[in-house]
């Protein structure tokens, strides 16, 4: 039997400009969506439908107007559309991995560091965490002289790598991948390939959103039309 680690049930969003008049913005309603373990589902569809309103749903940094987004966490179901903030902060820190389009970090921290801080808060100890750390920033052609510098200065593509490495150090049993190779030259794409490819083999569920053609059809198991669920105002 197939393990759902993500069972999403009839989700709506809507978003409300309360600096213009209150207007509503609708953006999908009666959406469902189940992903298992080792899938991989593409986010689908045109500029507007939704996809990273979805993205974000699910990573739970936007609340949907209603609807249950149950996430596998530790044996058990987690509704992130209804959780407490600490229950979200702890599925992220141990479930969820997340990778953004930008790499958002505090200031003049070492670039091992900001990689390996999830796997020391996943309970890694320090020397195995900067181990995995430097084996991914080497995999992904991060020059080690650069290991000890903060990436603020770091060009766009060196600062996503950063960003995969960050989010690829521990085994996540969920990832939600927001354009992983926007910024990313043809070697590099195949190496985060390799990675999203390793990561299902391991079991986890990949929900994504690729407009890279390449890359969506090495990596994405089927394609979700987020369009089918788009509502009128």
């Known amino acids: 039997m197939m393990v759902a680690r993500i069972d999403v049930r009839s989700l709506s969003k809507s978003f409300t400009l309360h600096t213009q008049g209150g207007v509503r913005i609708p953006v999908f309603a009666g959406l469902d969506l189940r992903v298992h373990a080792g899938e991989c589902v593409c986010l689908h569809g045109p500029s507007g439908a939704g996809k990273s309103t979805l993205l974000r749903s699910l990573?739970?940094?936007?609340?949907?107007?209603?609807?249950?987004?149950?996430?596998?966490h530790d044996g058990a179901a987690i509704d992130l559309a209804s959780a407490e903030p600490w229950r979200v902060v702890e599925v992220r820190r141990r479930t969820v991995g997340y990778v953004s389009q930008f790499l958002r970090v505090i200031p003049r921290?070492?670039?091992?560091?900001?990689?390996?801080?999830?796997?020391?808060?996943?309970?890694?100890?320090?020397?195995?965490?900067?181990?995995?750390a430097g084996d991914l920033l080497s995999r992904l052609n991060i020059p080690r002289r650069l290991w000890s510098l903060a990436p603020a200065t770091f060009s766009g593509g060196e600062q996503q790598r950063v960003?995969?490495?960050?989010?690829?150090?521990?085994?996540?049993?969920?990832?939600?991948?927001?354009?992983?190779?926007?910024?990313?030259?043809?070697?590099?794409?195949?190496?985060?390939?390799?990675?999203?490819?390793?990561?299902?083999?391991?079991?986890?569920?990949?929900?994504?959103?690729?407009?890279?053609?390449e890359v969506r059809e090495a990596v994405a198991d089927r394609l979700f039309e987020v369009a089918q669920f788009q509502r009128a105002a």
Do not use: C
Request: proline share 7%.
């Open 109 to 132: 921290v070492p670039t091992r560091d900001i990689v390996a801080e999830p796997a020391r808060i996943w309970g890694l100890p320090g020397e195995e965490a900067d181990a995995r």
């Open 163 to 213: 960003n995969i490495a960050r989010s690829f150090v521990v085994d996540y049993p969920v990832l939600l991948l927001d354009e992983p190779t926007a910024s990313l030259d043809a070697a590099n794409r195949q190496i985060v390939i390799a990675l999203i490819r390793e990561a299902k083999a391991r079991g986890t569920a990949v929900v994504g959103i690729f407009h890279d053609a």
């Open 59 to 72: 990573y739970a940094n936007y609340k949907p107007d209603s609807g249950e987004i149950l996430v596998m």
